[in-house]
């Protein structure tokens, strides 16, 4: 394939980013510059002598724009193929000159979603000629160059100064690739709009998600494993994926997953005192909140120090250098706050190789959203996990109620279990977690791990007794039988909470009662597989 000297080229961007000194750049090589409305002014603006499309066309912009690239003169001059006979024949006949270079960006769309506009508003920013002209010179990327992001002008302005105002067919091909994945997100919006926000459809017959690359990553799970990051290409809610990186080393997939977990669980307490998430391998190993991020974070480090060695740890609340000077203690691979105070990045620039993620605003734990996981063959699609208690949902079904105490705890151990994997078992008192069973097959060695957790956390600590001996117990799903709740009043749980709903839940009421413990129904579950 050739090279192709670029003598004409159309532009028409929404973004006007740098048009004026691509325009520049192509007058400079002797370009005959074609434009539309207030790409036309924006190049006249800055000296540019320039074409209007109907100038070019014989035919009026009508219908408020909607009609103005939508033409054979247009097409045909994008479409044909240089060396073909008939199609030069063709040109020949019908006054069509060849465009070689067509620059465009599309309406804001999602730009117009993000910021709520009305219903009307947003139909009118449903690109229809901009598209076309993309993917009609993207198709004939043979003899026409394509630029339809800002980023590219510079790389087009160095081609053609390479090339002698001609562009290569490999750069082309690249131009070309590009134009058609910006072209599919663009209708992939455009589709979820329709379906997620307009029609109300959870679940539409075809699902339609357009990212954007953010970057490799340096392996997968494990390093035989490739993996990059992606963002949607539209509107999103802010997290992990959109937290700025202020040091250390590059992030792997592991450790992006880990602190979306770390990030979504300390996000349930964005509204509630200082809290600290330690997570390792997906799971929370420690949690806490308290009156200072410093004692909240101790208290959850005692709970599995062990743990929390090379772990994620996620606060809600900006970080203050005595709280990076606790956290420097041990090694720690990534770090997640709102913010970070001087004193606290002056504490961690030492640490090299801790990776500190300012996350501003944290996310909505009740947004909601769909879930995706990939099977073979398939996909599978869920909404988020985003299900609130609330007061009258909580029932009362021993005969003793529990105490205050009691009733904060309960909700504390709720909200991590939440976020445990299943079979999930949670042990907490005073606003911390005591004991952490996670993703055992069965519920009864969930509650014997986390007690026996709690035993080595105390003997470590040099405590009389684990923390389980007062605390509330929290089950992600109903106890099937009455062993794993006689597991928790063996390790000393004085209150439980658990969804109920198993056959057995006389069974199991009655073994609470016997054991003088008070225990609340939630009516909902939380598996997390």
Same mark, same amino acid.
């Given at each position: 394939?050739?090279? &192709?000297? &670029? ?6 961007? %929404? ?51 909607? #009609? ?15 060396? !073909? ?39 009118? !920013? ?17 003899? #026409? ?36 994945? *910006? ?39 494990? =390093? ?27 992030? %792997? ?19 509630? =005192? =200082? ?54 203690? &041990? ?33 909505? =734990? ?55 994997? %299943?079979?999930? &078992? ?11 069973? *996670?993703?055992?097959? !069965?519920?009864?060695? %969930?509650?014997?791990?986390? *007690? ?9 600590a040099g405590w009389s007794a684990p923390r389980t001996i007062g605390s509330a117990v929290a089950s992600d799903a109903f106890f099937p039988f009455a062993d794993g709740l006689l597991a928790a009043v063996e390790a000393g749980a004085t209150a439980v909470i658990q969804p109920g ?24 579950r939380h598996f997390r597989h």
């Amino acid at each position: 394939m050739n090279d &192709i000297p &670029i003598k004409r080229a159309l532009l028409s961007v %929404s973004d006007k980013t740098g048009l004026a000194e691509l325009g520049a750049a192509l007058a400079a090589h002797g370009v005959e510059l074609v434009s539309t409305g207030g790409t036309a002014k924006a190049l006249r603006d800055a000296g540019l002598t320039v074409m209007d499309i109907s100038e070019l066309t014989g035919f009026p912009e009508m219908m408020d724009g909607r #009609v103005k690239t939508l033409h054979p003169i247009v097409h045909g001059g994008l479409l044909a193929v240089r060396d !073909n006979a008939d199609h030069v024949a063709a040109m020949a006949a019908h006054g069509i000159g060849a465009i070689d270079l067509v620059v465009v960006n599309l309406y804001p769309f999602a730009a117009k979603v993000a910021k709520g506009a009305g219903r009307e508003e947003i139909i009118e !920013n449903i690109d229809i000629g901009g598209p076309s002209m993309v993917r009609s010179a993207a198709k004939n990327h043979a003899s #026409v160059a394509i630029v339809t992001d800002p980023a590219d002008y510079d790389r087009l302005i160095a081609e053609m100064g390479e090339k002698g105002g001609a562009t290569s067919y490999d750069f082309r091909r690249l131009l070309a690739a590009k134009a058609y994945a *910006a072209t599919a997100a663009y209708d992939s919006m455009i589709a979820s709009w329709f379906a997620f926000a307009d029609q109300g459809t959870m679940f539409p017959p075809s699902l339609t998600l357009a990212s954007t690359l953010v970057s490799p990553l340096r392996y997968g799970e494990n =390093p035989h494993q490739s993996a990059a990051l992606y963002v949607p290409a539209g509107p999103s809610a802010r997290g992990i994926a959109q937290a700025v990186q202020v040091q250390g080393k590059e992030l %792997s997939y592991n450790n992006y997953n880990d602190a979306d977990a770390a990030l979504e669980l300390v996000s349930e307490f964005r509204d509630g =005192p =200082p809290t600290v998430v330690i997570v390792k391998h997906a799971n929370p190993c420690g949690v806490a909140s308290g009156d200072t991020l410093i004692a909240a974070y101790e208290a959850a480090l005692a709970c599995d120090s062990v743990s929390a060695f090379g772990g994620i740890i996620a606060v809600n609340r900006p970080l203050d250098g005595a709280t990076a000077e606790a956290i420097s203690g &041990i090694f720690t691979e990534v770090v997640a706050a709102p913010d970070a105070d001087a004193d606290a990045r002056a504490v961690f620039a030492k640490k090299k190789n801790l990776r500190l993620l300012l996350t501003g605003d944290l996310p909505d =734990p009740a947004r909601p959203g769909l879930q995706l996981k990939s099977i073979a063959g398939g996909l599978l699609v869920q909404s988020r996990d985003n299900g609130r208690l609330s007061p009258d949902r909580l029932t009362v079904v021993t005969k003793r109620k529990p105490t205050a105490r009691e009733h904060e705890d309960c909700l504390f151990a709720w909200t991590v279990a939440k976020h445990v994997k %299943s079979n999930a &078992i949670v042990y907490a008192k005073d606003g911390s977690t005591a004991g952490i069973g *996670a993703g055992q097959m !069965n519920r009864l060695e %969930s509650a014997r791990i986390a *007690a026996w957790k709690a035993k080595d956390a105390a003997e470590k600590a040099g405590w009389s007794a684990p923390r389980t001996i007062g605390s509330a117990v929290a089950s992600d799903a109903f106890f099937p039988f009455a062993d794993g709740l006689l597991a928790a009043v063996e390790a000393g749980a004085t209150a439980v909470i658990q969804p109920g709903g198993s056959i057995r839940d006389a069974e199991v009421i009655a073994a609470a009662d016997a054991a003088g413990l008070a225990m609340l129904f939630t009516g909902m579950r939380h598996f997390r597989h």
